[in-house]
């Protein structure tokens, strides 16, 4: 008797349990008191598990909202080193590389095209201030057309913004000019070389002006940069002091430009490609009066006569395709500005230069010496070095 009512006991138990284990959802089975849901129903958006792999947690953060506790579980899968939500993110990384990459590409290649014609344009039409005139011009008109045609959405701008824009127009301007004229009389890979000298001049007026300092390691790098420069200046077969020293003008212009830039432009929310817009049209009002008064209109007017008996019509073609050019390299590389840091604009800077170097060296047939070689080499690698030590 009394095992009877032990057994009847047991089996009463036993339906219980098993009545209160099918009434329990499978989701609550799975789930332990104590450790956090997946809950990837709710999510917005779908994402692919593999339903074979286990999933690990790799964070858990809580927070309250509507004063009731929420956990918020994060999972990867076993052989993945990274939540699924970072997913976007690396193609979010790589579509920016991808989109750097472009930026430097199209930069490059739109400054070899300009530095070749602007040379053709040179040796048949020699008169760099009308030359420097019209490349402003022709970017100035191309962002016009773009803003009335709503291409490009216009910057909204004050008298402040002009105002703090014109130191940057006259340092743009004469840089601009002096670079054109360095063309005019020597080689293009001369006239870049001497400009790779830039950072020395910058180094030298931030510390002797601004009173800034810097590393050892930065002085040092200006070593090579100096020398580099002095050899090839030296060794240049086809050397005129002109050209020589509207390259070093251009240089120290430009390293005036970009400090009255920093200056200037800070809390100014301007686009780079906009920026260098206005920058144009503030230099071309500043340059034209000055055109006219070194070479005027009775000099131009009898070059392009002669230039036309010599060249023919494609000097047309030269003229305009190294105004379209010109400004089409320095609206991308403002443009780049926006996408990257100033290191690694400087040695995009770098490598553009050997582009240019290495191009107009083939396609004008320059001659070089091996010790002119050596001495561009130099100054490049000091350029490189330089950025290095400043990051």
Same mark, same amino acid.
């Given at each position: 008797?009394?095992?009877?009512?032990?057994?009847?006991?047991?089996?009463?138990?036993?339906?219980?349990?098993?009545?209160?284990?099918?009434?329990?959802?499978?989701?609550?089975?799975?789930?332990?008191?104590?450790?956090?849901?997946?809950?990837?129903?709710?999510?917005?958006?779908?994402?692919?598990?593999?339903?074979?792999?286990?999933?690990?947690?790799?964070?858990?953060?809580?927070?309250?909202?509507?004063?009731?506790?929420?956990?918020?579980?994060?999972?990867?899968? +076993?052989?993945?080193?990274?939540?699924?939500?970072?997913?976007?993110?690396?193609?979010?990384?790589?579509?920016?590389?991808?989109?750097?990459?472009?930026?430097?590409?199209?930069?490059?290649?739109?400054?070899?095209?300009?530095?070749?014609?602007?040379?053709?344009?040179?040796? +048949?039409?020699?008169?760099?201030?009308?030359?420097?005139?019209?490349?402003?011009?022709?970017?100035?008109?191309?962002?016009?057309?773009?803003?009335?045609?709503?291409?490009?959405?216009?910057?909204?701008?004050?008298?402040?913004?002009?105002?703090?824009?014109?130191?940057?127009?006259?340092?743009?301007?004469?840089?601009?000019?002096?670079?054109?004229?360095?063309?005019?009389?020597?080689?293009?890979?001369?006239?870049?070389?001497?400009?790779?000298?830039?950072?020395?001049?910058?180094?030298?007026?931030?510390?002797?002006?601004?009173?800034?300092?810097?590393?050892?390691?930065?002085?040092?790098?200006?070593?090579?940069?100096?020398?580099?420069?002095?050899?090839?200046?030296?060794?240049?077969?086809?050397?005129?002091?002109?050209?020589?020293?509207?390259?070093?003008?251009?240089?120290?212009?430009?390293?005036?430009?970009?400090?009255?830039?920093?200056?200037?432009?800070?809390?100014?929310?301007?686009?780079?490609?906009?920026?260098?817009?206005?920058?144009?049209?503030?230099?071309?009002?500043?340059?034209?009066?000055?055109?006219?008064?070194?070479?005027?209109?009775?000099?131009?007017?009898?070059?392009?006569?002669?230039?036309?008996?010599?060249?023919?019509?494609?000097?047309?073609?030269?003229?305009?395709?190294?105004?379209?050019?010109?400004?089409?390299?320095?609206?991308?590389?403002?443009?780049?500005?926006?996408?990257?840091?100033?290191?690694?604009?400087?040695?995009?800077?770098?490598?553009?230069?050997?582009?240019?170097?290495?191009?107009?060296?083939?396609?004008?047939?320059?001659?070089?010496?091996?010790?002119?070689?050596?001495?561009?080499?130099?100054?490049?690698?000091?350029?490189?070095?330089?950025?290095?030590?400043?990051?």
């Amino acid at each position: 008797m009394s095992l009877s009512v032990k057994q009847s006991a047991l089996s009463a138990c036993m339906d219980v349990s098993n009545s209160v284990v099918h009434r329990r959802s499978p989701s609550t089975i799975c789930r332990s008191s104590f450790s956090p849901s997946l809950n990837l129903q709710n999510k917005p958006k779908r994402t692919n598990l593999s339903v074979s792999k286990p999933l690990h947690v790799s964070s858990i953060e809580s927070f309250f909202k509507e004063k009731k506790p929420v956990i918020q579980c994060k999972a990867y899968e +076993a052989d993945k080193s990274q939540p699924i939500e970072a997913a976007g993110e690396v193609q979010s990384e790589t579509a920016k590389r991808v989109k750097i990459g472009i930026y430097f590409a199209t930069w490059w290649a739109l400054n070899v095209v300009f530095n070749i014609y602007n040379k053709k344009v040179l040796n +048949a039409y020699p008169y760099p201030w009308l030359t420097s005139t019209l490349s402003l011009a022709c970017g100035s008109l191309m962002m016009l057309i773009s803003w009335a045609t709503r291409i490009a959405e216009a910057p909204k701008t004050d008298f402040e913004f002009w105002k703090s824009l014109f130191p940057v127009a006259v340092a743009h301007t004469i840089g601009h000019v002096a670079a054109t004229v360095s063309m005019s009389k020597v080689a293009v890979s001369f006239t870049h070389i001497i400009k790779s000298g830039e950072p020395a001049f910058s180094v030298l007026v931030s510390r002797f002006l601004l009173g800034e300092t810097f590393p050892p390691s930065v002085y040092l790098s200006l070593v090579p940069i100096i020398g580099g420069c002095a050899l090839a200046a030296v060794t240049e077969l086809n050397f005129n002091m002109t050209g020589f020293m509207g390259a070093m003008i251009s240089n120290l212009a430009f390293v005036f430009r970009n400090i009255f830039s920093k200056k200037g432009m800070k809390g100014k929310s301007v686009s780079g490609m906009n920026y260098y817009a206005c920058l144009s049209m503030l230099s071309l009002l500043i340059l034209t009066p000055f055109a006219i008064a070194v070479e005027g209109p009775q000099m131009w007017v009898a070059g392009w006569e002669k230039a036309l008996s010599e060249i023919g019509p494609q000097i047309i073609w030269w003229v305009a395709a190294q105004s379209i050019f010109y400004h089409l390299y320095n609206q991308v590389s403002y443009m780049s500005l926006d996408q990257i840091s100033p290191l690694t604009f400087s040695v995009g800077n770098t490598m553009k230069r050997i582009s240019v170097i290495v191009s107009s060296i083939i396609i004008f047939h320059t001659p070089v010496q091996p010790i002119n070689a050596l001495g561009a080499a130099i100054a490049i690698l000091g350029t490189f070095l330089y950025s290095q030590a400043k990051a």
